[in-house]
């Protein structure tokens, strides 16, 4: 009798295990890897994509005038706030604060950074975030 009783509990051990199985399996139908979500809808649209545009200078000055963007450089990534007279400052997440000067001229944009020369370059916009010079910038919204 004995040799019954653990065959039947073995049985129901197996039992149990494979509807836990089945039961998590039935969680895993829905779309695999990770999703983000952006307020509760999905971070991720169906917006027709946005062609890379160069801008010209009224575009530029448009685009950057009293907004704060996140910047990511190759010597440095932090925040950095445009000002309608072309002044910035800046606050880089590794070297600290500082201000500057920025300029858009023709299709030209430049950007002094201290003491230092002016770095100059096409200003670009890739649908998600502007090019600039040396620097990649997404708008912060507030």
């Known amino acids: 009798m004995r040799d019954l009783t653990d065959v039947m509990g073995h049985f129901i051990r197996t039992l149990i295990i494979c509807a836990a199985a089945a039961g998590l399996a039935a969680c895993n139908t829905g779309p695999q890897g990770v999703r983000i979500t952006n307020g509760g809808t999905s971070a991720t649209t169906d917006k027709t994509p946005v062609p890379i545009t160069d801008f010209n200078a009224e575009q530029i000055r448009a685009a950057i005038s009293g907004k704060t963007f996140q910047y ?22 590794v070297k600290g604060g500082g201000i500057g000067k920025w300029t858009a001229n023709g299709t030209e944009y430049c950007e002094v950074f201290g003491k230092n020369p002016p770095e100059c370059g096409v200003f670009r916009n890739t649908g998600d975030a502007y090019f600039a010079a040396k620097s990649r910038l997404v708008e912060m919204k507030v």
């Open 72 to 93: 990511t450089r190759a010597d440095g990534n932090g925040f950095i706030t445009y000002n309608a007279d072309g002044s910035f400052s800046y606050q880089d997440d």
